[in-house]
């Protein structure tokens, strides 16, 4: 099969970032310390977003790159190495399509925010930036327990350790690609396999039951997007291990949920004590109570500040300032 037809073209939907898109996943935060993570699941290489996904029963590598034509920008999908005929192509464009929100309207959003101080200034500097659609509603679910109440460090080693023990991987050109494991390999593991690699008891309990719930369809979770958002959220917290955050993050991060609010972020929490001038950190309620104005919008309006700590310190700073210059403003009469 020749490069031409091994292509999938997708034309998002104006403005759109690919870059901004991808930094979320490709870039995460360095620590006060200067450490920076490298990304487990996601690559890019020779100017091309890569990831496995199964396909069809199948790993496949895949590449998404962005490509312009004067002002047109598109997305050029392809099977990077793996079997893959016509129906496993349009997966993979589908799927691209889903990861990158690329049909999504940010236009209300956009016009949402331009009543709201903080929010006009971060819609500016994001401009044309999706939140990045997880490819597997699976793995953010058990992403989302690993990260439960535990620094970014120990975090990332964690889910780092499970997916080089658990994980399947692709090779190409003398790299290993990595997956995140299958519900499978994780259902069938115990408790004390999993300690040995820093997963609690109490979390250990949560993701094998939850991988057995996946295996024996009590769980479907790629019919959660067939629910309303209420309905997905409620469900998913009827499985020990899953809070209303829990729940929330998956909506934001896998279900393309709009109007998600992980009230209980501390990330979250911090960020808008520190935009809106507040003199302590929200309480959820308090996240609640304010984020009414952004009702519709509330998981843009919650990534959208989130990705503040993805800027450098001088950039917060100077933002944080000018705020602080608008609000001291006397009020037009």
Known sequence: ??????????????????????????????????????????????????????????????????????????????????????????????????????????????????????????????????????????????????????????????????????????????????????????AIATPRQLRRIQISGPKARYIIGISRAVLDGSLDLEGLRALDPAAANAKLQEHKGVGAWTAQYVGLRALGHLDSLPAADVGLQKAIQRFYGLRKQPTPARVEQLARRWAGWRSYATFYLWLTYWEGAEWRQRLIDELISERRRPPHR
């Open 1 to 186: 099969m020749s490069a031409a037809e091994n292509a999938m073209l997708i034309r998002p939907r104006e403005p759109f970032s690919f870059a901004k898109t991808l930094r979320f996943i490709l870039s995460p935060p360095a620590l006060v310390n200067g450490r920076k993570f490298a990304p487990l699941l996601d690559y890019f290489e020779e100017g091309e977003y890569r990831r496995v996904a199964e396909i069809e029963g199948q790993p496949i590598l895949y590449g998404v790159r962005e490509e312009r034509q004067g002002e047109t920008v598109s997305l050029r999908v392809r099977v990077v190495t793996g079997l893959a005929g016509p129906a496993a192509r349009r997966a993979l464009t589908s799927l691209a399509e889903r990861q990158f929100s690329t049909h999504l309207d940010l236009g209300p959003f956009y016009r949402l925010a331009a009543s709201d101080p903080a929010l006009a200034k971060l819609v500016i500097h994001f401009r044309g930036m999706r939140i990045p659609q997880s490819a597997n509603i699976y793995e953010t679910l058990i992403s989302a327990i690993l990260e439960q109440q535990i620094n970014l460090t120990f975090a990332h080693q964690v889910k780092q350790a499970l997916i080089e023990t658990y994980g399947n991987a692709v090779e190409f050109q003398s790299r290993r690609y990595r997956a995140f494991p299958e519900p499978a390999a994780l």
